[in-house]
């Protein structure tokens, strides 16, 4: 029997409806929410990624506003833009756009963005604050693999998930969000011995390795949840996950698509807490005026 295909698209556009209104309301209120994007480098995927967040804002009624250096700006200029984009009030979420030119210190340039605008949820406050159960921002791709589970009532506690990989942006906030809904997590990486041994045994596995294919349908077992992360370009420009789907879709009960799937959703989450933040920001405002006039 065929999997279930979660549809990234189906359920992004469905929260883009809700979040529009959210735009709407603050708009009305108070502010147009802001998002501040910076590009450093030429680096053409990157470019993509961020013509369409700078879109998908447009879309929603998000004012957004692109940054864009070249490949040999120094650190100290790009520190600059983040101090100024943390002190400016239009602007509510500031991103940096990932890879970085490698003369830049990607920790350095994460920390300085304001906790609050961190839209992405890689400061390392925001880590620690997921970590410790009290996520201000949650990165935005395991998020949004988050509520594609939720949305398809796929049950976590006590289930056996497996994430592959350990990034800082995808697999280990993946297997903390997880761990928190009460599921049994495995985080398995290129130095583990058998992948198969533990994608077998999984309730639930998360594939965000970059490596076209890796996960093949002897390697699951009938039944499972199987998530794609991965984003690859074959040698004849098709776009592909990590997941072999022709093969796998065949076992698992529920299976998500590459293009259609997490990419969607990870731009959708993106705008939720940019919206989320200048709802955090309206409420501060309001705070303060009301102090200010009982002074
Ligand atoms: P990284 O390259 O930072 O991390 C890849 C991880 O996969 C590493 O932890 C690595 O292990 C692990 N890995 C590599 N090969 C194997 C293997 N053979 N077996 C087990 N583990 C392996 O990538 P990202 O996390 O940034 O991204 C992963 C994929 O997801 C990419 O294809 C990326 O394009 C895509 N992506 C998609 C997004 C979306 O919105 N759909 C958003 C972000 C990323 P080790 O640490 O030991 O090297």
């Not at 997490?262 to 009301?290: C, F, S």
Request: hydrophobic share 40%; charged share 15%.
């Amino acid at each position: 029997m065929s999997a279930t295909i979660i549809s990234g698209n189906f359920i992004a556009s469905k929260l883009r409806e809700e979040l529009k209104q959210r735009v709407r309301i603050l708009s009305e209120t108070w502010m147009q929410p802001g998002l501040a994007v910076i590009l450093a480098g030429d680096n053409p995927a990157s470019s993509v990624y961020v013509r369409n967040k700078a879109r998908t804002c447009g879309e929603l009624g998000i004012h957004s506003k692109v940054f864009n250096f070249s490949a040999d700006t120094p650190q100290k200029i790009i520190l600059r833009q983040i101090q100024d984009l943390n002190a400016n009030p239009e602007i509510h979420g500031i991103l940096v756009q990932l890879p970085l030119p490698s003369h830049i210190q990607m920790n350095e340039v994460i920390a300085a963005i304001a906790i609050e605008k961190d839209v992405d949820g890689f400061h390392p406050c925001n880590v620690g604050a997921l970590a410790t159960g009290h996520a201000l921002f949650r990165p935005c791709t395991p998020f949004g693999v988050m509520k594609m589970l939720a949305e398809y009532g796929i049950p976590l506690q006590g289930q056996h998930a497996v994430v592959v990989g350990r990034s800082n942006i995808v697999g280990k906030p993946m297997a903390l969000m997880l761990l928190e809904q009460g599921a049994t997590v495995t985080i398995c990486t290129s130095q583990t011995r058998e992948l198969a041994s533990h994608t077998r045994s999984a309730d639930i596995i998360v594939m965000a390795t970059g490596k076209a294919n890796l996960l093949t349908s002897d390697m699951i077992r009938t039944g499972a949840t199987v998530i794609d992360v991965g984003i690859n370009r074959l040698a004849d420009g098709q776009l592909c996950g990590d997941v072999e789907f022709s093969g796998v879709k065949e076992k698992a009960g529920y299976i998500t698509p590459v293009p259609g799937g997490v990419g969607p959703m990870t731009i959708t989450m993106l705008m939720n807490n940019t919206i989320e933040a200048a709802e955090h920001a309206k409420a501060k405002a309001q705070i303060e005026a009301r102090c200010g006039s009982m002074q």
